[in-house]
């Protein structure tokens, strides 16, 4: 069955960094668009950034120029790399993907979600 598997959230002060990771089983990897996405509670899911299947990124202009989208499809893998990290990024972030090779922005897109991983900037 698919599973999709987040790890790397934890805490850190303003200014820091964190490495998250997602890895994918039980579907084809390579030709998914990937995502991640973020949510507070009270709030929508927002989106962060996706990874198509050429390995093309796109960020969200609120984290452009701090976060970096990668991905290693022999490990089924995707990475968020989040530098000069802020309190207002705060929030838990998800690992997505949808088939295709052009990726969506908006969540209702992206058929298979991980369960979550906390990120806290204070």
């Known amino acids: 069955h698919v599973q999709l598997v987040e790890s790397g959230g934890g805490s850190v002060q303003p200014g820091g960094s964190l490495r998250l990771s997602c890895e994918g089983s039980?579907?084809?990897?390579?030709?998914?668009?990937m995502g991640w996405f973020r949510q507070i509670p009270g709030k929508g899911r927002e989106w962060v950034g996706t990874?198509?299947?050429?390995?093309?990124?796109s960020v969200a202009d609120s984290v452009k120029g701090r976060f970096t989208i990668s991905k290693d499809n022999a490990k089924n893998t995707l990475y968020l790399q989040m530098d000069s990290l802020k309190p207002e990024d705060t929030a838990t972030y998800y690992c997505?993907?949808?088939?295709?090779?052009?990726?969506?922005?908006?969540?209702?897109?992206?058929?298979?979600w991980g369960q979550g991983t906390q990120v806290t900037v204070s």
């Open positions: 997505a993907a949808h088939w295709g090779a052009y990726c969506h922005t908006d969540h209702a897109s992206f058929q298979f």
């Open positions: 039980g579907y084809p990897f390579s030709r998914y668009c």
């Open positions: 990874s198509d299947t050429e390995g093309m990124t």
